[in-house]
């Protein structure tokens, strides 16, 4: 993906969250892309979120753990996120 628009994560309810969870990026053709959190590049993936200005790795913490089962917009941030369309 050559341009990142938003990143946001799902974990389930039931079974490992190794299992379940996953990230999910926007890109600029508004299409969104999954990488489970087992998969090999989420590892990757995580190093580059964390280099990213405003990226909140709290957030990210809060919302696996909280395995809501709901997607949850990790960045950008929560008040730019509305904003861009």
Known sequence: MSEVREI??????EGSTQ???RFLLLDGERVWHSVPF?????????VRMRAIPG???????????ARGGQVESLWPPRAVA???R
């Open 8 to 13: 946001a994560v799902w974990a389930g309810n």
């Open 19 to 21: 299992d379940t969870g």
């Open 38 to 46: 087992g998969d090999i590049l989420a590892g990757e993936l995580m």
């Open 55 to 65: 990226f909140d790795s709290d957030l990210l913490l809060d919302a696996v753990s």
């Open 82 to 84: 509305s904003t861009r």
